[in-house]
């Protein structure tokens, strides 16, 4: 029989680093049902014994405050783990070890991975692993989970647990005698009614009500309406004592109790730590500089500059290999597939348009593997740290940080769990100006659309011109909060406290599995959801076609160019090879049909569906500088910003009459007339601030509650984009700059 195993612990305990150790590839990600709360599961063998692992959401209890501490709960609940294995910063042991005693009150069967004990070492920090575990009654094993040390004897330990049948026994603490009594008040009557003691300990729950636990209560209400009444009546009376006689609350005397006992553990010789004078930690040391107030972003800038540089420089190479990759399929297709539909669907369809988009995968591996490495070294929660007292100006929550950089803040996220991360903003005010303003953010999306045009009219500048994109989203975001802050969502902002993890190596195994994961979610999107709508916009931008009036009027307009040039001229044409020296009369007749072709494709795409509508928004969009063909692609990126490289790729193929002179997207860009880099310019102002994809819409609208702010979100983002996009380009053609 296959055994369950639960992996919890606080956020940067080093949890996601053990999970990658104990199940390597055999893992995979998906949500847990009825919430979008990211599921990880894996198997790990021992012994010949398959053990089925599940890596909770990080959370610092088991209060239901956010949808994280639900899930975790719930699972523990539901599913009936046969062990759980908490993983303990060793550094840290007095805040984790809280997350511990409420898994201890719950009685489930756990056993404690003591982490980074090699930070703590560094720290001066000796921890008596033995001897906590005799306090605590459950197996401690010391762990380094980045390099794998122990993990070992942790599963082995775990693994003589499933086999020893679940642990017996809650643990109870003294809550100090105004709390102890209303809580056996509470279990007494709890038990006399089987009140939730189904799925429940009774002591468990009368500690629920006395937290106000939102979850519980509402279960309780259901459940029981009468008795939840009298429990909550209890907890009020009880409250209303301790605010008389201590100036405090339920939940504070709660936390402070458990603490309490976690410290006189702590003190019966579990920590020896050296005395003598104070000494900074080494992670403290760093911190000293990087998050100076004034040196601080200086090196935050020249960081994400460095990790620009990176991405553009290394992944040079291979994106031009994909290219011609993509440019050598495109024209073996051309060669072998007969003209019509079907060539015309796959090549400029399918390969123009999906491979657009595939071709950017080395870029977008790098810049994930850079990510990766900023977030898995700890930097990226220093950001976080620094930039809250900015986003305190502008009306937001320093825990909006972290829901922007999950968004892209610094290149390659996404929105959707952008929107998703704002559940730990406890204001709903904050909240939701922050999930109305991180699909502002450079996400992987937005990637591909920008490598493109730096690549056509900024090669020479690219990690400049990507810095220079990035903090204009930051900031446009920024001051659109503050917009909606002072008109709309009025409100206060609630106060910020954050964790800052010690510094750590990031391991080769960990960047590898996180950067794969992001480029495989990457791939998936641009061979499922893009070729989808790829092929609906190829259809629009090639149906209904020219009249058979007018297409019979080019057919004569090639037969008299033939007529005119001889038949020796036609047959050498015809009879070519790709070595072919051609005769000048052959040359000029191939010229001539050509841009016969040329025409013929430009009226065709203009008289299409997707045609008509984009020269329909150009009376609008010409104050920005966008011509009917980038309507149309712009138009596509309502449902998927990649779309928007796909609808280029093939409105621009549609024209391409020669596959032996094919180009890339951005050399074909970078030549046709109404482009430049002004216009470059306004198109990447557009693409940052419009309309969110669909997908992160129907995000915003589950987590708003509300399909007004779904409609907000693409109204008013389109309209600021278009505004500003305009202005940049009237005000650069004004001053002639970038082409204007």
């Known amino acids: 029989m296959e055994a369950k195993i639960a992996l919890a612990g606080n956020p940067n305990s080093g949890k996601t680093s053990l999970f990658n150790e104990l199940t390597g590839a055999r893992q995979h990600v998906g949500n847990y049902p009825g919430v979008t709360v990211e599921k990880k599961e894996g198997t790990c063998v021992y012994n010949g014994h398959k053990m089925h692992i599940v890596d909770l959401p990080g959370t610092y209890s088991l209060t239901a405050y956010s949808e994280e501490e639900v899930v975790a709960r719930d699972f523990l609940v539901n599913e009936k783990p046969d062990v759980v294995i908490d993983i303990v910063d060793a550094s840290n042991l007095e805040r984790n070890l809280y997350l511990a005693v409420q898994f201890l009150e719950m009685g489930v069967s756990m056993c404690i991975a003591l982490n980074m004990i090699d930070v703590a070492k560094n720290r001066g920090i000796e921890i008596d692993a033995e001897k906590l575990s005799i306090l605590l009654g459950v197996p401690v094993v010391p762990t380094i989970a980045r390099t794998g040390e122990g993990k070992k004897d942790l599963i082995s330990a775990a693994a003589k647990m499933v086999q020893g049948g679940k642990r017996k026994g809650f643990l109870e603490i003294s809550y100090g005698d105004d709390l102890d009594k209303a809580i056996l008040e509470m279990e007494k009557e709890i038990r006399a009614n089987d009140f939730l003691t189904d799925t429940y300990h009774a002591r468990w729950i009368a500690l629920k009500y006395l937290e106000n636990d939102k979850q519980i209560l509402l279960k309780g209400q259901e459940s ?13 009376k009880v409250s209303l004592h301790l605010e008389k006689t201590l100036n405090t609350y339920p939940e504070a005397m709660i936390a402070d109790q458990r603490y309490g006992y976690i410290n006189s553990i702590i003190k019966q010789g579990v920590i020896q730590q050296e005395h003598g004078q104070s000494r900074l930690y080494m992670s403290d040391k760093i911190d000293k500089v990087v998050t100076n107030r004034f040196l601080g972003p200086i090196i935050m800038i020249a960081i994400l500059m460095a990790l620009y540089q990176f991405t553009f420089t290394y992944s040079e190479a291979p994106v031009g290999w994909f290219e011609s990759f993509f440019g050598w399929l495109g024209d073996a297709a051309s060669t072998h597939l007969p003209d019509g539909l079907l060539k015309s669907l796959v090549v400029s369809g399918v390969i123009d348009g ?212 001889g038949t020796a001229v036609i047959q ?62 712009l138009v596509g990126g309502f449902a998927a910003k990649e779309v928007v490289i796909s609808a280029l790729g093939t409105a621009y193929s549609l024209g391409e009459v020669d596959p032996e002179e094919s180009e890339s997207l951005s050399e074909t860009l970078a030549q046709t007339p109404g482009w430049s880099p002004l216009v470059a310019l306004s198109l990447i102002i557009f693409t940052i601030f419009y309309a969110p994809c669909f997908v992160t819409v129907v995000m915003i609208v589950k987590e708003s509650g509300s399909w ?18 305009a202005l940049v380009f009237q005000v650069g053609s004004a001053m002639g700059i970038l082409g204007g």
């Not at 990766?372 to 220093?382: I, N």
């Not at 940080?401 to 005010?429: E, F, H, N």
């Not at 702010?709 to 389109?718: E, H, R």
């Open 708 to 725: 007004k702010w779904g409609i907000f979100s693409m109204v008013f983002n389109t309209a600021l984009a278009l505004v500003l996009a």
């Open 354 to 565: 999906v491979g657009g988009v595939l071709g950017f995968v080395p870029l977008i591996m790098f810049m994930f593997f850079g990510i990766a490495l900023l977030e898995d070294s700890g930097y990226l929660a220093r950001v976080a740290f620094m930039l809250d007292r900015v986003f305190r100006i502008f009306g937001l929550h320093g825990s909006s940080v972290m829901a922007y950089i999950v968004s892209g803040g610094i290149a390659g996220g996404c929105a959707v769990p952008g929107v998703m991360a704002t559940r730990t903003l406890k204001s709903p005010r904050e909240r939701l100006a922050t999930l109305l303003t991180v699909p502002f953010m450079n996400c992987g999306a937005k990637l591909p659309v920008f490598a493109l045009l730096i690549a056509a009219f900024f090669a020479e500048n690219e990690a400049e011109i990507m810095l220079i994109i990035t903090l204009i989203a930051w900031l446009g975001a920024l001051f659109v909060a503050k917009f909606l802050r002072l008109t709309i969502i009025k409100g206060e902002s609630s106060p910020f406290v954050m964790e800052l993890p010690p510094y750590r190596l990031p391991t080769f195994k960990g960047l590898a599995i996180h950067t794969w994961e992001r480029t495989w979610q990457y791939i998936k999107k641009a061979g499922t959801v893009i070729l989808g709508i790829s092929i609906i916009l190829w259809a629009m931008m090639t149906f209904p076609g020219l009249p058979d009036s007018r297409f019979q009027e080019f057919e004569n307009m090639r037969e008299t160019v033939k007529v005119a040039a």
């Open 224 to 236: 029981n309406p009468s008795l939840s009444a009298r429990l909550e009546k209890m907890v009020e």
């Open 572 to 633: 050498e044409l015809e009879a070519s090879g790709e070595d072919t020296e051609f005769s000048q009369e052959a040359q000029d007749l191939k010229s001539r049909l050509a841009d016969i072709n040329s025409v013929e494709a430009e009226e065709g795409l203009r008289n299409s569906v997707a045609g008509r509508m984009g020269i329909a928004l150009e009376s609008v969009s010409k104050w920005a500088g966008f011509d009917w063909r980038t309507n149309i692609a």
